[in-house]
């Protein structure tokens, strides 16, 4: 199986926004008086903002109308957007400018595949906002990770088949909408254990590039920083 093209995940992967995501959580749970913390934030990765917000009410000790749950999730969202007005290039995660850079000096082709609809504000601030040959976000689909949608989107823009697309994620529901696309997937972080992954690593620095590539085609990425 030949690897044509690289979708990755973007919160976690490319950027810590992740962190953000966490502390924008926090402070509306602390608002309300609903238990949460970093263990039950992990459940959130890489799921819709408001699925998230179900998983966090499960800890509530009353009920919400939808109109309680829509006002919630956007002040949620506007906690989180204040938090992204501090971004910029500087916060993209270790290797990944190496890693893109060679991956576009061999002909790989390049997608972002994520279930955030801040997704192209994000991209914009860290200086990607033109950088990739396609994008799929949560604009874009009806059903976010684990479903595949994203990562379909993703490769039919790109127009490479899902066999010959390599995902990467943080996130185990983001593995999982991978392994429903028939694609590759190399976890890292917090889905570094997710054994349905083909390729595991720490974080995308210690990513083993060379190996990947020489058992799924002809590219060969020098990932050092
Ligand atoms: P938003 P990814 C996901 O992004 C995050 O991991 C997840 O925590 C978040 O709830 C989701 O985006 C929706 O984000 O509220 O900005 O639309 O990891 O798929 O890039
Ligand atoms: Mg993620």
């Known amino acids: 199986m030949e690897i044509k093209a690289v979708i990755f995940d ?3 992967v490319i950027v810590s926004t992740d962190e953000f995501h966490y502390q924008a959580w926090q402070s509306l749970a602390d608002g309300e008086g609903i ?3 970093r263990k039950i934030n992990d459940n959130l990765r890489g799921i819709s903002r408001m699925e998230s917000l179900e998983i ?3 800890k509530a000790t ?5 109109s309680q749950k829509a006002e919630m999730a956007a002040r949620k969202n506007n906690y989180y957007c204040k938090l992204l007005e501090k971004l910029s290039p500087a916060d993209l995660l270790p290797s990944v400018t190496n890693i893109l850079n060679d991956l576009r000096t061999r002909g790989i082709k390049m997608a972002v595949g994520s279930s955030s609809k801040n997704s192209p504000v994000i991209l914009n601030r860290i200086g990607l906002g033109t950088y990739f040959d396609a994008t799929a976000d949560g604009n874009d689909i009806k059903k976010s990770k684990p479903d595949p949608e994203v990562f379909l989107l993703a490769a039919e823009r790109l127009k490479i088949a899902s066999r010959h697309c390599l995902v990467i994620e943080d996130a185990t529901a983001g593995v999982e909408a991978a392994i429903n696309a028939k694609m590759y997937v190399l976890a890292i ?6 054994m349905r992954a083909h390729l595991r690593a720490n974080d995308l620095a210690s990513a083993d590039f060379v190996e990947i ?6 590219y060969q990425c020098q990932n050092q920083d």
């Open 62 to 66: 009353k009920k919400y109308s939808d």
């Open 213 to 218: 590539f020489k058992n799924h085609g002809e």
């Open 56 to 58: 966090i009410l499960r």
């Open 189 to 194: 972080g917090q889905a570094k254990s997710d």
């Open 10 to 12: 973007l919160d976690g």
């Open 35 to 37: 238990y949460f913390d």
